[in-house]
Antibody, heavy 121, light 107 residues
Framework: QLQLQESGSGLVKPSQTLSLTCAVSGGSISSGGYSWSWIRQPPGKALEWIGY???????YYNPSLKSRVTISVDRSKNQFSLNLSSVTAADTAVYYCARDLDGSGSYWSYWGQGTLVTVSS | SYEVTQPPSVSVSPGQTASITCSGD??????ACWYQQKPGQSPVLVIYQDKKRPSGIPERFSGSKSGNTATLTIRGTQVLDEADYYC??????????FGGGTKLTVL
């Protein structure tokens, strides 16, 4: 059973960099041709796609966040990470990592439990 | 930037049919999928590629698309279906966008 678990700092100061990690168990990031994604949800608001990557290494970002986002992969640890720079209060959200259903498209069926990140001084 | 629009809320009586729409310019050229999210929980994929249902999702959930409008239909709605539902559009050019969500109330 594939499981994803987010971890990282729950409190980040404005202008600093938010860093989160998604640990994957029950499956390998390096196989299957799946897309692995970061998605966030501000409190009481809608979901927002941040970016995703494929096993091949191709990475895609939400154009509205692209200048501040980096998604990286550590295949040796079977985990991937999110860095979001120059954060503001608007970046306060629950951050989810997810994997797509079958490697055929951008629809995510495996989700972590989410981790709340608050941006505040 | 590309957007898809959902009604903020939909109400339905138990046992009746609920329909939630998702509209967007050129949605006809993209794929739609739908997620159910209950309070404090992660989203659950209920429909993908416009009308396909993942394993384990009850048959009462169905999806369709006509032109630039996708629709999630829940037949025989149950109280446990009360949740927020999100539409998501995507295409093979890596364009991904979520709708604003629809709160489904079953009463």
């Amino acid at each position: 059973q594939l499981q994803l678990q987010e971890s990282g700092s729950g409190l980040v100061k404005p202008s600093q960099t938010l860093s989160l990690t998604c640990a994957v168990s029950g499956g390998s990031i390096s196989s299957g041709g799946y897309s692995w994604s970061w998605i966030r949800q501000p409190p009481g608001k809608a979901l927002e796609w941040i970016g995703y990557f494929y096993q091949s290494g191709n990475t895609y970002y939400n154009p509205s966040l692209k200048s501040r986002v980096t998604i990286s992969v550590d295949r040796s640890k079977n985990q991937f990470s999110l860095n979001l720079s120059s954060v503001t209060a608007a970046d306060t959200a629950v951050y989810y990592c997810a994997r797509d259903l079958d490697g055929s498209g951008s629809y995510w069926s495996y989700w972590g439990q989410g981790t709340l990140v608050t941006v505040s001084s | 930037s590309y957007e898809v629009t959902q009604p903020p809320s939909v109400s339905v009586s138990p046992g009746q049919t609920a329909s939630i729409t998702c509209s967007g310019d050129k949605l006809g050229d993209k794929y739609a999928c739908w997620y159910q999210q209950k309070p404090g929980q992660s989203p659950v994929l209920v429909i993908y590629q416009d009308k396909k249902r993942p394993s384990g999702i009850p048959e009462r959930f169905s999806g369709s698309k006509s032109g630039n409008t996708a629709t999630l239909t829940i037949r025989g709605t149950q109280v446990l279906d009360e949740a927020d539902y999100y539409c998501q559009a995507w295409d093979y050019s890596a364009h991904v966008v979520f709708g604003g969500g629809t709160k489904l109330t079953v009463l």
